[in-house]
């Protein structure tokens, strides 16, 4: 079985610029997940994405977006990139399991901000 | 807004010696899980626990809940170097549906 794949893996830009990151969910997970990890510490929850719409948002800028496919694939968009927005950017794709949410998650988008 | 205070953020061991991370908060969970994230990769669930006091073992690594649902320790044995990598907590509130993850607790063993 595949798992949550993300793409691209590194992905430079400068400040003002755009960025897109794409995530493929495990196969039969209709919720998608994105989180921003800075400095290989903790993880920020941004967006949830379930069944194609959005579920819920973290405390981050409106320049942060993203959609979710009917394919339950995911895109994340940065726009107006500042050099903060430098992070791993982490995907994960759940099944509800056991009473608890369980989450897979792909290896991460890099993101360098000059 | 839900935290969770992890602690210590940095541990540097040698390999045979325990080991305790914990986990804190000032809010109830319904579930909380450990992960841990190894360099280039994303994290992987080591363990969910859901019951408070519920303690659960996995080899060398012991997970608890605390009785009141708002801290979790995890405590590994004999470690090794293997054990290496980035132990975050995730606390999940009423629905489920969003985990709030801890500050991270960066473990280095040394052979």
């Known amino acids: 079985e595949a798992g949550v794949t993300q793409s691209p893996t590194h992905l430079i830009k400068t400040r003002g610029q755009q960025a897109t990151l794409r995530c493929s969910p495990i196969?039969?997970?209709?919720?998608v997940y994105w989180y921003q990890q800075a400095l290989g510490l903790g993880l920020q929850f941004l967006l949830w994405?379930?069944?194609?719409?959005?579920?819920n948002r973290g405390n981050f800028p409106p320049r942060f977006s993203g959609r979710q496919f009917p394919n339950y694939s995911s895109e994340l968009n940065v726009n107006a990139l500042e050099l903060e927005d430098s992070a791993l950017y982490l995907c994960?794709?759940?099944?509800?399991?056991?009473?608890?949410?369980?989450?897979?998650f792909g290896a991460g988008s890099r993101l360098t901000v000059l | 807004t839900q935290l969770l205070e992890q602690s210590p953020q940095f541990l540097s061991i040698q390999e045979g010696e325990n080991l305790t991370v914990y986990c804190n908060s000032s809010?109830?969970?319904?579930?909380l899980q450990w992960y841990r994230q190894e360099p280039g990769e994303g994290p992987v669930l080591l363990v969910t626990?859901?019951?408070?006091?519920e303690v659960k073992k996995l080899k060398r690594l012991t997970f608890q809940f605390g009785d009141a649902r708002k801290d979790s320790s995890l405590h590994i044995t004999a470690a090794q170097p293997g054990d290496t990598g980035l132990y975050l907590c995730?606390?999940?509130?009423?629905?489920?549906?969003?985990?709030?993850f801890g500050t991270g607790t960066r473990l280095l063993v040394s052979p």
């Open positions: 995730a606390g999940a509130g009423t629905g489920f549906q969003k985990l709030v």
């Open positions: 809010s109830v969970f319904s579930s």
């Open positions: 994405y379930d069944e194609g719409e959005e579920r």
């Open positions: 994960a794709s759940s099944l509800f399991h056991s009473g608890a949410n369980v989450l897979t």
């Open positions: 196969s039969g997970h209709t919720s």
């Open positions: 626990v859901v019951t408070g006091g």
